[in-house]
């Protein structure tokens, strides 16, 4: 088996893995970091998104060995020292009901945030149009991304 | 007391919730986040066809795959686990039943036919590749008016695809009215079938332990309590030993209210092997594994004097119910027929309620069960009628409006309308959109060649669900509170949230009336070894009906520790306040005592009151004594552009009243997402089957739930009109914008186009149906 090495919210990791192993496993089922969700099979839902060498992708979508080498960053590292201005938002703006979708929601703004530090409430909705949320109909979701999008500028 | 001392006003204050801190930080627990030691992995081998005889099944390559510790097949499941459970069961109802896994003759996609259990998911599908089963084909029947017609049997032994037909109202009287009407109106009216969606698929872990003999599972369901009762039955546990726990879970929409076969799987395979076993579903097991909503055909007719004055409402629903009836299946489009009136009155009403199997995945109770389809047909109604009169809608609407003074209402079907003002919410939604400005302007841009048009929808609902003798399975609920020994205070509820925030508005309410701070109260749920009993969350019932149980604990605790703190300070209960924490004698308020202190002398319990047991801990059930009965107005503004077909959903202005508000930020969030989804029939979602009763829009590549960018920011304002149900005044609000919202779309898409002859359109209204409808309007095809 291939052995990787990942650098998972500032901690590095050498695993054995099969070939075939899905990102999002390695994290939920291996390193036990399970804020990281998968919600569907076909790349829509986005419950999955982490941040990989400073972009979005989907965990759900990727070979843990393609990630061999990479810096992530998941849910459980955004906030380490206190709440992050995007999970803030969450809150504040109730951007979240059953949570489900919330941290690969969370990580996509965080990253649409890093591209566009003042983006516009359509940039937002299509910045966001990879990940599903069935319970908020999304308006209190984009609210939060612009209170975070305040903070931070 | 002076005010400074007074603990902040908590109800109706918009309260961040708690329970966002561990769901935003990745720290929530979803049933696929726990991994006991040992836990093995089960996957489903399913039907590939609608409707199959199984001549064979051969697991033996499965058996003997790497990792592979058990396989379960039909013969062996039929013996040893209870059939799938179906607990509304309607007169004169043929119910076939089906075991977990089926053998015989297969009738739908997606049906479970063998299960593997292996030490890892991957291991697990590997070897349900192996799994090889012999079908022979069988003719299928998709369309449930062919069904009723002579199509091929679903069920053989039934010698009918017909399911049930329950009759509401006065048929006669409804003929006659519609007969003698001036103007009659007669439309067949789609709502189409959908696909819940929830984003956490379903998922399950049983964890049987040999040595006390108990069953633990956890699953994502909205209804732990009736899962423990009707588990233990199907997989032969003796109740008082099997646990459930709805962890936190990842949205339900009606679709997890129900008992699955991997469920009673899961705890039979756990049972056999004494190791933990999970299922988790994929998504495109989602979609044909668990139940769907809707698929109601309604054949209406309304008949009104040429004055507009309603007369006559007529209706027969055939309802596609699919393959097989899932817990309450047969009762959802039964509520539409107990909600046919609408805000109306109707002199005379009558309704047909056809259930009809096919060879599709189950329906059952999703997102509105029942209402909103009885909205839709109602509210387009009202509005062809409009149209037929030349009438304005909301003049017709307002004309036929049960009237603020007329409550409580009797309607036709049998229901006692609790409070409504129907024409406040109306007036406040035009005052929103502008409507006389909007007219104007609608006229002026259709001489520059564009199509805008405006929708309503005035609707009521039936939530706070409601009186036992309503539910198969009882319809109260049941709560707890217990003032711990250092005055912190746990609340236990029946209800079972899953986002919808209980956590917080019950500790508002608890924290309110304790006179303690909210961080010093908890709500508990979901655990039936914590919480004694419950029913659930659906029906827009949790604070309608969960939280009048959780204000009768209330009620008993403030008594019990009055009883004590008289007694400690040697004066009459009578004679005590009970505020900010603080017991204190109303004539000399400066004479108090705490909640800690009570409750101190509550368990130390040396001197106990005259006929007063120790502890402060109360628990009630409560019955409601009717159902709530939450309205508002619904308004679309869209814009169609007649080349492309294409609508642009400019405005959505939502006037909703729920009664009393513990939460407006919560209560603003469940609108939102009712609107999404009630938006999302009229536009983006619809489950197509083939011929064959192949899904085709079987994943989230091919069915449309919508997507950020597919939506605007909607215009939200609220009435207030109580309820005398219960004590709280609230009437329930999770339903309320899936319910009023879909009508209002089509409406608005209807007006655009009416200059062009278009008088309806079907759901969903995808691009080519506009310009259908358009071309059609015009005399030919397109």
């Not at chain 2, 996957?43 to 379960?72: C, E, K, M, W």
């Not at chain 2, 199509?151 to 003929?175: F, K, R």
């Not at chain 2, 679309?636 to 407006?664: H, K, M, W, Y």
């Not at chain 2, 209807?750 to 278009?758: N, R």
């Amino acid at each position: 088996m291939p052995e990787i090495s990942v650098t998972v919210n500032g901690v590095e990791h050498r695993e054995e893995v099969e070939p075939r192993l899905l990102l999002v496993h390695l994290l939920r089922e291996r390193l036990r970091l399970t804020g990281t969700h998968v919600g569907c099979d076909t790349s829509q839902c986005g419950a999955c998104t982490v941040v990989l060498d400073g972009k979005s992708v989907k965990s759900c979508t990727m070979l843990a060995v393609q990630a061999d080498g990479s810096e992530l960053l998941t849910i459980e590292g955004l906030g380490k020292d206190g709440l992050h201005p995007v999970q803030q938002g969450f809150w504040d703006q109730h951007g979240l009901q059953c949570g489900y979708c919330t941290p690969g929601m969370i990580m996509a703004a965080y990253q649409l945030l890093q591209d566009d530090a003042d983006p516009s409430e359509e940039a937002i909705r299509h910045g966001l149009r990879g990940n599903l949320c069935r319970c908020t109909g999304y308006q209190n979701i984009v609210r939060a991304v612009q209170q975070a999008a305040r903070a931070t500028s | 007391m002076t005010t400074q001392e007074r603990p902040p006003k908590l109800i109706g204050e918009p309260i961040k919730r708690r329970e966002d801190p561990r769901l935003i930080t990745g720290q929530g627990s979803y049933v696929d986040d726990l991994q006991p030691l040992g836990t093995l992995h089960l996957v489903i081998v399913r039907s590939p066809y609608a409707h199959a005889r199984v001549t064979g099944i051969d697991v033996s390559a499965a058996r003997n795959a790497p990792g592979v510790v058990a396989v379960l097949t039909p013969e062996d499941v039929q013996q040893s686990t209870e059939p799938v459970p179906v607990a509304a069961q309607l007169e004169g109802m043929h119910m076939p039943l089906r075991h977990a896994l089926t053998g015989g003759e297969v009738k739908f996609v997606g049906e479970p036919v063998v299960a593997i259990v292996a030490e890892d998911r991957y291991l697990a599908a590997d070897a349900a590749e192996l799994v090889e089963v012999e079908y022979e084909e069988l003719p299928a029947v998709i369309d449930p008016e062919q069904a009723l017609e002579g199509g091929p049997l679903v069920h053989d032994e039934l010698g009918t695809n017909l399911c049930v037909v329950s009759p509401i109202g006065d048929a006669e009287a409804a003929a006659r009215a519609i007969e003698g009407a001036e103007v009659v109106i007669k439309q067949r009216l789609m709502n189409q079938r959908l696909i819940p969606n929830p984003i956490e698929p379903r998922a399950v872990l049983a964890h049987y332990e040999p040595g006390p003999g108990t069953l633990t599972v956890w699953s994502s369901t909205q209804i732990p309590h009736l899962l423990k009762t009707l588990l233990s039955a199907c997989a032969r546990v003796p109740e008082q030993l099997v646990r459930v726990v709805a962890p936190d879970v990842g949205g339900g929409f009606g679709c997890k209210l129900n008992v699955y076969p991997e469920e009673i799987l899961a705890a039979l395979a756990s049972r056999r092997l004494e190791r933990p076993v999970k299922f988790v579903e994929t998504r495109q097991e989602n979609y044909v594994a668990t139940i769907h909503g809707r698929d109601l055909i309604g054949h209406l007719e309304l008949g009104a004097k040429r004055d507009g004055t309603l007369v006559g409402y007529r209706i027969k629903v055939i309802a596609d119910i699919g393959a097989y009836q899932h817990l309450l299946t047969a009762a959802i489009p039964t509520l539409t027929a107990l909600m046919l009136q609408g805000v109306y009155k109707i002199p005379a009403l009558a309704g047909e309620i056809v259930e009809v199997f096919t060879n599709k995945t189950p329906t059952d109770a999703y997102r509105g069960a029942g209402r909103p389809e009885a909205t839709y047909y109602l509210e387009r109604g009202m509005d062809l009628l409009a149209a037929e009169l030349g009438m304005d809608p909301v003049e017709l609407r307002r004309k036929n409006f049960i009237g603020a003074g007329e409550f409580p209402f009797d309607t036709q079907t049998g229901l006692v309308y609790d409070s409504g003002d129907y024409d406040a919410a109306l007036d406040k939604a035009l005052a929103i959109v502008g409507y006389d400005d909007f007219r104007s302007e609608q006229a002026r841009l259709r001489e520059a060649g564009r199509y805008l048009g405006v929708g309503f929808s005035t609707y009521v609902e039936i939530c706070g669900v409601g009186p036992s003798s309503a539910l198969p399975a009882g319809g109260w609920e049941a709560g707890t509170v217990r003032v711990e020994r250092t005055g912190k205070v746990t609340v236990l509820t029946g209800v079972s949230p899953h986002g919808q925030g209980e956590e917080t508005s019950f500790a508002q309410i608890a924290a309110e009336r304790l006179g303690v701070g909210i961080e010093d109260v908890t709500v508990i749920h979901g655990d039936t070894a914590q919480v004694s009993a419950g029913i659930g969350t659906f029906g827009s019932r949790s604070l309608a009906v969960g939280g009048t149980a959780l204000v009768m604990s209330l009620d008993k605790i403030e008594a019990k520790a009055k009883r004590f703190a008289a007694h400690a300070m040697e004066v009459q209960a009578d004679d005590l306040e009970f505020e900010a924490g603080q017991v204190f004698v109303k004539d000399a308020p400066e004479k108090t005592i705490s909640l800690p202190e009570i409750a101190t002398l509550a368990y130390n319990a040396v001197d106990l009151p005259p006929d007063t047991e120790p502890g402060l801990e109360a628990t009630s059930y409560y019955e409601p004594g009717n159902f709530t009965f939450p309205f508002g107005t619904h308004v679309a503004v869209v814009e169609v552009d007649t080349d492309s077909g294409a609508i642009d959903l400019q405005r959505f202005i939502s006037v909703d009243d729920c009664g009393n508000i513990i939460n407006p930020l919560i209560v603003e969030g469940q609108i939102h997402g009712g609107l999404a989804q009630g938006i999302a029939q009229a536009l983006y979602e619809e489950a197509v089957y083939d011929a064959n009763g192949q899904l085709l829009s079987g994943s989230l590549m091919d069915y449309a739930v919508p997507r950020a960018d597919q939506l605007p920011s909607f215009e939200l304002a609220t009435t207030v009109t109580p309820t005398g149900v219960n004590p709280l005044g609230a009437k329930g609000v999770g339903e309320a914008g899936t319910i009023g919202s879909t009508p209002a779309i089509v409406n608005a898409v209807v007006d655009a186009l009416a200059p062009l002859g278009v008088q309806h359109i079907e759901m969903m209204l995808r691009p080519e149906r506009v310009l259908d409808a358009i071309q059609a309007a015009k005399g030919g095809a397109r």
